[in-house]
């Protein structure tokens, strides 16, 4: 796993590599931890890649896209704490 902070979240990206392909995919997992409330929320691409490097800097810029977006709010699922 490697993980960046963005804009105040937490970017996580996880790959694994498919046995049967030797591809990679990957899924990012986001979190914002405020003080009252924590927010996470799976994002999974189906896309495949040739290395895990390749799958880990695909998660971390679409983890920066998905943040980027006007809406991206209302995706975060509160959990009160």
Known sequence: ?????????KIEAHSEQEPESLEWTAFILIRDNREHYA?????????????????TEHCLNFG??????????????????
């Open 1 to 9: 796993m490697v993980e960046l902070i963005y804009k105040g979240y």
């Open 39 to 55: 927010t996470d929320q799976i994002f999974v691409d189906y896309k495949t890649f040739q290395s895990k490097e390749d799958a």
């Open 64 to 81: 920066k896209q998905l943040n980027n977006r006007d809406d991206f709010e209302r995706y975060m699922v509160k959990i009160e704490r």
